[in-house]
């Protein structure tokens, strides 16, 4: 069942579905303030509330939101990205088994695993 969204979640998804790079929050802003929404605040509890039910994603060390492009994703904790170093497209990586393979890796150091955010960056084959 499809979680039903605000309309300021409307139109921050859909600002982030048209975009072919990730978002910082301010962008998204200066995107849709035509659309009603005035201030950062409107803009970071969407995204919040986004990121929640895994329709939105955190590109961490960029500090800029996507949408998940993966209908029924499961990745609301654990995510991992490819980042291209010239044009900046990311693409999710929808591998199920990383988040095992992780948790085998961590209990040969002794250590519980609980999420992971993995950002790998190179260059894509546009690019290349």
């Given at each position: 069942m499809e979680?039903?969204?605000t309309t300021n979640q409307k139109i921050v998804l859909q600002a982030l579905e048209a975009s072919e790079q990730p978002l910082g929050a301010y962008n998204i802003l200066f995107n849709i303030e035509k659309k009603g929404i005035k201030s950062p605040q409107q803009v970071y509890r969407a995204l919040d509330k986004l990121i929640e039910i895994g329709a939105v994603h955190k590109i961490e060390s960029l500090n800029s939101y996507i949408a998940c492009k993966h209908k029924d994703c499961k990745a609301r904790e654990s995510?991992?990205?490819l980042i291209?170093?010239?044009?900046?497209?990311?693409?999710?990586?929808h591998e199920n088994d990383l988040s095992d393979k992780f948790l085998k890796l961590s209990q040969k150091s002794n250590f519980k695993y609980s999420t992971h955010n993995l950002e790998i960056f190179g260059i894509c084959g546009l690019c290349n």
């Open positions: 979680p039903s969204l995510t991992s990205f291209c170093q010239e044009c900046q497209k990311v693409y999710e990586v």
